[in-house]
C-alpha cells in the first residue's frame, strides 16, 4: 500500500474532526472539566498546533521542541475560528504531504525522540490528534452534547448504541 493511502484515511478522520468540532456549543469554548487541564478551545488548538509542528519539522528534515509552543491565539474567539484554523492547517499538510513520493516520505526527521522516517513521524502526529480528539469526545459529553459517532467514514453505515 502506498504510504499516501494512510494520508488519505487521515482526510477522512479530519472530516470527522471538522464535524466534532462544529457541535461545540458557543458558550463551552472555555469549558475545563478540572482547572488544570485544557479548555475545549485550548484543546482543539493544541490538536492544530501540534499537527503543524510536525508537518514542519517532516518538511524541514527536525523537528525541535521550540516548534510545540503555541502561537498567540488570542484572537480565536468563535466555534468558526476553531474550524477555519483546523481546517486551513490540516489542508497545508495536504499540501507538504502530495508533493512527496513516497521515497522522500522514508527520509529521516530528526525529533526529540530519536531519528526516524517522515512517515513514522507524521504518524506521531496522527496519534496525537486520536488522543487529544478522544478527550474532546469526553468534553463534549460533560456539556451534554452527543459528539458524531467515531467512525463516520464515507460509506460506512453509522450503528448508535
Given at each position: 500500500?502506498s504510504m499516501k493511502k494512510f494520508f488519505e484515511h487521515w482526510d477522512e478522520v479530519q472530516d470527522i474532526t471538522l464535524k466534532v468540532i462544529n457541535q461545540i456549543p458557543e458558550d463551552?469554548?472555555?469549558?475545563?472539566?478540572?482547572?488544570?487541564?485544557?479548555?475545549?478551545?485550548?484543546?482543539?488548538?493544541?490538536?492544530?498546533?501540534?499537527?503543524?509542528?510536525?508537518?514542519?519539522?517532516?518538511?524541514?528534515?527536525?523537528?525541535?521542541?521550540?516548534?510545540?509552543?503555541?502561537?498567540?491565539?488570542?484572537?480565536?474567539?468563535?466555534?468558526?475560528?476553531?474550524?477555519?484554523?483546523?481546517?486551513?492547517?490540516?489542508?497545508?499538510?495536504?499540501?507538504?504531504?502530495?508533493?512527496?513520493?513516497?521515497?522522500?516520505?522514508?527520509?529521516?526527521?530528526?525529533?526529540?525522540?530519536?531519528?526516524?522516517?517522515?512517515?513514522?513521524?507524521?504518524?506521531?502526529?496522527?496519534?496525537?490528534?486520536?488522543?487529544?480528539?478522544?478527550?474532546?469526545?469526553?468534553?463534549?459529553?460533560?456539556?451534554?452534547?452527543?459528539?458524531?459517532?467515531?467512525?463516520?467514514?464515507?460509506?460506512?453505515?453509522?450503528?448508535?448504541?
Amino acid at each position: 500500500m502506498s504510504m499516501k493511502k494512510f494520508f488519505e484515511h487521515w482526510d477522512e478522520v479530519q472530516d470527522i474532526t471538522l464535524k466534532v468540532i462544529n457541535q461545540i456549543p458557543e458558550d463551552k469554548l472555555d469549558f475545563k472539566p478540572v482547572p488544570e487541564v485544557f479548555s475545549i478551545k485550548e484543546l482543539v488548538l493544541h490538536i492544530f498546533d501540534c499537527e503543524k509542528a510536525f508537518v514542519e519539522g517532516a518538511v524541514q528534515g527536525e523537528l525541535k521542541m521550540e516548534q510545540f509552543v503555541a502561537p498567540d491565539h488570542s484572537g480565536f474567539k468563535t466555534v468558526k475560528d476553531l474550524h477555519d484554523y483546523a481546517k486551513a492547517v490540516h489542508e497545508e499538510l495536504d499540501a507538504k504531504i502530495a508533493s512527496k513520493s513516497d521515497e522522500e516520505l522514508m527520509q529521516i526527521v530528526k525529533t526529540p525522540w530519536g531519528d526516524m522516517p517522515v512517515f513514522v513521524h507524521m504518524n506521531g502526529a496522527y496519534e496525537h490528534m486520536w488522543h487529544h480528539r478522544g478527550q474532546l469526545y469526553t468534553y463534549l459529553r460533560l456539556v451534554g452534547v452527543k459528539p458524531v459517532f467515531v467512525f463516520a467514514y464515507p460509506g460506512i453505515p453509522v450503528i448508535e448504541a
